[in-house]
C-alpha cells in the first residue's frame, strides 16, 4: 500500500508461495540487484551454457536468508495455449527438481541447485525469476500488517501472474498488479481509518 513505511517493502510486489497458522513467505519480484544470473552462476561455479539468459537480473527476493536463492517459475510444459485450454495440472508436467512448492493454480518455487544446473544447461525453466532472500512473517504477523493498511492481497491468475512477473519490465509490476485489481495506485491512500 502507498503507505509502507519500510523502505525494504515499499512498493514492492510479493508473490506468496506458502501462508498458514505458522506465518506466511514469499518473494519480492520487483526489485532487481546489480547482479545478473551469469555473475551468480560464477560463484556457484556453474557455466552458464546458453545466452539469453546470462543478463537476467537477480532480484532480491526480502530480507531473510539474503544469502540463499530462490527460483521462482513456471514449469516446463506449462504454456499459454495450456491456460487457455484450462489445464492446470503441474504434477503430470514432467519437471521436477529436489526441492519445489507449487502453489496450486499459480507457480513453483524451487530452492535446489538442480533448478540452476537446468538453467544453466538450457534445459530448465522458460520463464523465470532469482531471487537472493525472501520476505517472512511469523503467525498472525501478515495479517496484522494487511489489517494496518500495510499491504494489499490480490488473488490474480496463473495467466495474469505470469503476465505481470515474466513479461512486465521490474519497474512496472506494481502498477500492473495494482490495474490487475481495477484501480491505479494513486487513487489509494496511506491512510487507515474506520467506518
Known amino acids: 500500500m502507498p503507505g509502507m513505511l519500510d523502505e525494504q517493502f515499499a512498493g514492492s510486489v510479493v508473490y506468496l508461495f506458502e501462508h498458514n497458522a505458522k506465518g506466511a513467505m514469499g518473494l519480492v ?5 546489480d547482479v545478473n544470473l551469469s555473475t551468480l552462476l560464477d560463484k556457484i561455479e556453474l557455466k552458464l551454457e546458453i545466452t539469453p539468459f546470462a ?3 537477480v532480484y532480491f527476493g ?14 516446463s510444459h506449462f504454456s499459454a495455449v495450456d491456460a487457455q485450454a484450462g489445464v492446470d495440472d503441474l ?5 521436477s527438481y529436489s526441492s519445489s512448492l507449487t502453489v496450486p493454480g499459480g ?10 544446473e537446468a538453467v544453466a544447461k538450457g534445459n530448465g525453466p522458460k520463464r523465470f525469476i532469482m531471487t537472493l532472500g525472501y520476505a517472512g512473517w511469523g503467525a498472525g504477523q501478515l495479517e496484522e500488517e494487511i489489517a494496518l493498511n500495510g499491504w494489499i492481497n490480490a ?4 495467466a495474469q501472474m505470469a503476465e505481470i512477473i515474466f513479461n ?8 500492473r498488479a495494482m490495474k490487475a485489481l481495477g484501480f ?4 489509494l491512500s496511506g491512510q487507515v481509518g474506520h467506518a
Open 155 to 158: 488473488e490474480l491468475s496463473r
Open 107 to 116: 507457480l513453483t518455487m524451487t530452492t535446489s541447485k538442480d533448478v540452476l
Open 62 to 75: 526480502g530480507p531473510v536468508q539474503t544469502e540463499r536463492g530462490f527460483v521462482l517459475h513456471e514449469t
Open 184 to 187: 491505479d495506485p494513486a487513487d
Open 91 to 95: 504434477a503430470n508436467s514432467g519437471t
Open 29 to 33: 519480484v520487483n526489485r532487481p540487484t
Open 168 to 175: 512486465t519490465p521490474a519497474e512496472q509490476r506494481y502498477q
Open 55 to 57: 543478463d537476467q537480473a
